[in-house]
């Protein structure tokens, strides 16, 4: 186990990210089309053929998750990465046409002192997506880097630097578990300004540090405290959790759900009005053991205990911008 989400079967992940920019993505290929589904709940999602994931639509696989930085701009990567699948022979076959499916969800990281030159001179730039979207996917293997790298290159948190995370875990039945998350959150992964995260409580050995929780939480730690006071807030945590399990699209939107919990243990706030906090999650279908609730309720629940671990791993992994009045990571705070 890497203890990382590639330890679900057929899962591979690649990141690109551009240091002068200080924006990147993140690919999750999976190695055959994979049921999976959704949840949405941020006030501010920016996504790309997120619908189709619904239960009641038509379309059941997918090949790819895209998770990247640029806002609204970053929704390129997703054809980017298209066009490596295409390449690789995956997709569906329409008229004797391939056609993948990469869903996608954007965070906003527009502000964190990177050259947007795309937003200066629109008639002479343009923005890196497309090409950060086909780089990562190009890149996707089973070992992948963590922190300031790919979707979370430049992501933030309200006190300290964001980054890319990633868990993985086996659960009572056999079942792999795992999560991606790009952490660019509105709110707070530490415990105020102590070096305790809020996810502390589910860390297996030292993956974020090892602090656990402080004996009592101090009264000046639950004063909210978050981005974007006295202007508008740049936000967003987006991820994936998968499973070797074997699921319906259904099955998958339950355990989206869950996950989603996993963000709410390990931010506070989260899913703001300027949030977009998505979920998606896969099943690989490795194990094709039958389905029921009380192994679905299993799956869930590990799915959202990974998530919370990424998001604090993520944190813990970043390293600060090179930028002025950038905010510090947590190694340089409290190693």
């Known amino acids: 186990m890497r203890n990382l989400i590639t330890d679900v079967p057929g ?7 551009d240091a002068r920019v200080a924006t990147g993505a993140t690919v999750a290929i999976f190695e055959q089309s994979t049921v999976a589904s959704v949840s949405t709940l941020g006030g501010a999602p920016g996504d790309r053929a997120v619908t189709l994931l619904e239960p009641e639509m038509t379309r059941g696989l997918i090949d790819a998750v895209v998770l990247s930085g640029g806002s609204i701009f970053g929704l390129d990567a997703a054809g980017g990465a298209t066009s490596v699948l295409s390449q690789q022979g995956k997709g569906a076959q329409f008229g004797g046409i391939i056609l993948p499916v990469a869903v996608q969800a954007i965070l906003f990281d ?6 947007k ?4 001179e629109p008639a002479t730039h343009r923005p890196p997506y497309w090409d ?10 089973s070992d992948f880097a963590l922190g300031t790298v790919g979707a979370g290159f430049g992501g933030t948190t309200a006190n300290l630097k964001g980054g890319l995370g990633s868990t993985s875990m086996r659960t009572r039945n056999g079942f792999t578990v795992g999560a991606l998350v790009a952490v ?32 009592q939480v101090p009264q000046a730690a639950l004063e909210l405290r978050f981005k974007g006071q006295p202007v508008q807030a740049t936000a967003t945590t987006i991820a994936l959790v998968a499973t070797d399990a074997t699921l319906t699209k259904a099955e998958c939107k339950r355990m989206a759900i869950m996950a989603n919990d996993g963000l709410g243990r390990a931010l506070r706030p989260v899913h703001a009005p300027n949030d977009g906090d998505t979920v998606f999650a896969a099943a690989t279908a490795r194990i094709a053991t039958p389905m029921d609730p009380m192994l679905l309720t299993e799956l869930g629940a590990a799915a959202a205990d990974c998530l919370a671990r ?6 813990y992994e970043a390293k600060a ?3 002025p009045k950038a905010v510090p990571d947590w190694k340089q705070r409290f190693a």
């Open 11 to 17: 899962v591979l992940v690649g990141n690109a990210h």
């Open 184 to 215: 660019n959150a509105i709110g707070m992964a530490t415990i105020g300004d102590s070096p305790h995260f809020w996810a502390g409580a589910y860390e297996q050995g030292n993956e974020f540090g090892g602090k656990g929780w402080p004996a």
């Open 110 to 115: 527009l502000m964190n002192g990177g050259e």
């Open 310 to 315: 990424a998001v604090a791993r993520g944190v």
């Open 117 to 120: 030159d795309w937003l200066k």
């Open 132 to 141: 950060l979207g086909r780089e990562a996917a190009l890149a996707a293997a």
């Open 321 to 323: 911008l090179p930028y």
